[in-house]
């Protein structure tokens, strides 16, 4: 009884509210609802056309912008210093067309709007990185002032925990967000922390330290790098333990798929290779989905050393 009441209190307020707002305003407010009710009900269902409207979206804010004039300017320059998650929710919202036809006052109740819904609305946790969102991003990775944007969107995908009631842009607009550095601190932390391995247990003490020494100046490139063992089939649970994004890399991989699909209880997706000399340093790899492969070379700014 009391939800149902509560039910009606909030239509009433609704309507009491809309009719304060005019013919645009409620439009705007109506617009911003269906994304949100999208967000939160279809989590799992990639958002209509997505990919297309926020690479163009991206292509007129941090493009070239001869194709509508420099009119628009300012509009676009207000849209740029929004923080992240509120630049994607009206990018997923909009069109560039819808908000040039725009008045004004329109274009400032959705701005105003959109961070009231995005504040008093709990979206799911991490929605900002939709693969439909990083595939639009991923597309546009040549427009040159789309780096700053970017550098602040990987920065909240290093972000442990999004979950909590405060948006991950906000929190980085606060200078509080995790950064690329903080979370590779942490692994380290925890790699530092552990035991030593048991195949590692039987190598002669202070031998590792001795050989290195001897052959200080030879580049690791260059110094014999054999395989001797090949370590694999983790157990599939170990995965959850990866940090974001490797973790959502992994499992859009085919290998993780496919895994899945025959039930196997381990996995091939996490793999270390050890050299026969023991001074050599250890590879360690995951196996993780094409396009998320590129997506982490820009997340890192690794560059190309070999091609064919």
Known sequence: MAAEIKEQ??????????????????????????????????????????????????EILYGSQET??????????????????LLLFVAVSYTPLDLIKMRQVEFDCLLDFATKYLNEN????????????????ALKLDLPNLSQFKKRYHSLEFTSDNSDNERPGKRQSQGVSISARDANTSI?????DSTIPRERQ???PGKERDNFTEAEHTSPYTANREVKSMFTNALVSTISLLPEPFKTAVENSKLWRWERLRGEKTTGC??????????????????CGHDEGYHLNDIFGVQRAISS
């Open 122 to 137: 709990h979206l799911p946790p991490r929605w900002i990185f939709r693969k439909e969102i990083q595939t639009a991003i």
């Open 270 to 287: 996490l793999a270390t290779l050890f050299s026969k000399d023991e001074t050599q340093d250890v590879s360690f790899t995951i196996w």
């Open 188 to 192: 380290i932390k925890g790699i530092k």
């Open 9 to 58: 209190l909030d239509l009433i307020s609704g309507c009491l509210f809309e009719l304060k707002l005019d013919e645009p305003q409620v439009a705007v407010r109506y617009t911003l609802q269906a994304t949100i009710t999208y967000l939160q009900e279809q989590a799992s269902d990639q958002l209509p056309s997505a990919a297309s409207r926020l690479s163009k979206f991206f």
């Open 202 to 204: 039987n190598s002669t």
């Open 68 to 85: 509508y004039g420099t009119a628009h300017l300012p509009r676009w320059q207000r849209l740029r210093d929004l923080d992240c998650e």
